[in-house]
C-alpha cells in the first residue's frame, strides 16, 4: 500500500523545476524529449509491422527486442517531460530500471547475433549467386530442349525402323498389311476399286548361290528400286517376304493393274540386263482385284494362288486371279 502510495506520489520536488525559471530552456529540453518520445513510438510499431508482413525475416525475435527497448526509452522520456512538473520519481525509475534490463537483454543478444548476422552473404554476393543460378537455368532449359529434339528425332527414327523394311526401305509386312487393311476398307465404304500385285523373284535361291548372299541382297535393293519407278505417289510397296513383295494400288481395276504388273516384270528384267553389276532377276507376279466380301485373309490369298499358278506356267509371267 504504502508501496503505491509512493509510486502516485507526485509531490517530490521535481528535478527539471529550475526549467520553468526559463522559458527557452523549457522548451528545449521538453521539445527535444517530446520528439524523442514521438519517434521512439514510432519506431517500434514500424518494427513490429516489418516483423508481421515479413514472414521469412531471420532474427524477427531480434526485431521485436529491439522495438521493446525503444519503446521503453521512448517511456523515459515522456515521464522525464511530466517530473518537470510533478515528481514521480517511483515510476521514472521503475521505468529506467525496466529500460536498463531490455538494454542488457538487446546489447547481450546483439553481440550473441553478431557473427552470424556478420557471415550472412552480402547484396553483392547474393546478385552473383542469382547471376550463377540463372545462368545454371538457362543451361538446364538449353539442355532440356536439346534432349526434347534428340527424343522426337529417335521417336521418328523408332516409328520408321518399326514401319521400314531395313534392307531395300520399303514399307514392312506388317506395315504394308496394316495398310492394305485401310485401303480394302476404303474402297468398301467408296465403292472404289482396289487391286494388288504379289510379286515373287524368280529363282532367288540359284541367284544367292551363284553369285553369294550379299550379291542376293544387291539385288533385292535392285528390284525394291526398279518397282518403286513405275508406281504412283498413292500406291503402296512393301517387302513382305524374303524376295517377295506386295503392291497395293488404290483407285485401279484388275486389267490397269495387269497392264501395270507387266510394265513391272519388264522394267526389272530389263535393269537386271543393263546393269552386270547386279545379278540377272525376273519376277513372277500375281495380280488380283478387291470385291464385294473380299477381307485381307481373302485377297492376299487369291493373289498368293495367282502367284503360284505364275510359278506354275513358268516364272517371269504376269496371271490374272479370277474373281
Ligand atoms: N540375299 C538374300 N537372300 C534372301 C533374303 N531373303 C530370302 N532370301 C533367299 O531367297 C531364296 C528364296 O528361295 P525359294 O523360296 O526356294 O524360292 P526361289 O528360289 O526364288 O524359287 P521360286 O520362288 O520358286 O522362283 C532363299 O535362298 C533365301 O535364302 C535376303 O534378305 N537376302
Request: a negative charge; charged letters at 20%; proline letters at 2%.
Amino acid at each position: 500500500m504504502e508501496f503505491i502510495n509512493n509510486l502516485l506520489d507526485g509531490d517530490f520536488m521535481p528535478h527539471g523545476h529550475c526549467l520553468l525559471w526559463r522559458t527557452d530552456l523549457l522548451i528545449l529540453h521538453v521539445g527535444g524529449d517530446t520528439l524523442t518520445f514521438i519517434a521512439y513510438m514510432l519506431i517500434p510499431v514500424a518494427l513490429v509491422r516489418l516483423v508481421k508482413a515479413r514472414d521469412d525475416l531471420r532474427f524477427d525475435w531480434m526485431f521485436l527486442l529491439f522495438a521493446g527497448f525503444i519503446f521503453f526509452c521512448g517511456a523515459t522520456h515522456i515521464l522525464g517531460i511530466i517530473n518537470v512538473w510533478h515528481g514521480y520519481y517511483y515510476i521514472h525509475g521503475i521505468i529506467k530500471s525496466m529500460t536498463g534490463i531490455i538494454s542488457m537483454l538487446t546489447a547481450i543478444s546483439l553481440w550473441y547475433l553478431l557473427p552470424e548476422a556478420i557471415s550472412l552473404p552480402s547484396k553483392r554476393i547474393m546478385s552473383a549467386k542469382i547471376v550463377e543460378l540463372m545462368r545454371a537455368e538457362q543451361k538446364l532449359a538449353d539442355a532440356n530442349q536439346h534432349l526434347e529434339a534428340e527424343v522426337q528425332k529417335r521417336t521418328a527414327q523408332l516409328e520408321k525402323m518399326a514401319t521400314t523394311d531395313e534392307l531395300t526401305a520399303l514399307l514392312n509386312r506388317r506395315e504394308t498389311m496394316r495398310l492394305l487393311e485401310l485401303e480394302i476398307a476404303r474402297a468398301e465404304r467408296q465403292g472404289s476399286v482396289l487391286s494388288i500385285m504379289m510379286l515373287d523373284l524368280d529363282d532367288f535361291k540359284a541367284v544367292n548361290d551363284n553369285h553369294g548372299h550379299q550379291a542376293g541382297d544387291r539385288a533385292l535393293i535392285s528390284a525394291a528400286e526398279s518397282f518403286k519407278q513405275l508406281l504412283r505417289k498413292t500406291d503402296f510397296i512393301g517387302r513382305v517376304g524374303g524376295e517377295e513383295f506386295l503392291v497395293i494400288l488404290p483407285d485401279t481395276d484388275i486389267n490397269n493393274a495387269c497392264e501395270l504388273a507387266e510394265r513391272v516384270r519388264q522394267a526389272l528384267q530389263q535393269h537386271t540386263t543393263d546393269n552386270p553389276s547386279i545379278p540377272a532377276c525376273t519376277t513372277s507376279i500375281g495380280v488380283a482385284e478387291c470385291s464385294a466380301g473380299d477381307n485381307l485373309h481373302s485377297l492376299i490369298q487369291r493373289a498368293d494362288e495367282t502367284l503360284y499358278r505364275a510359278k506354275s506356267n513358268g516364272r517371269n509371267c504376269v496371271c490374272l486371279a479370277t474373281s
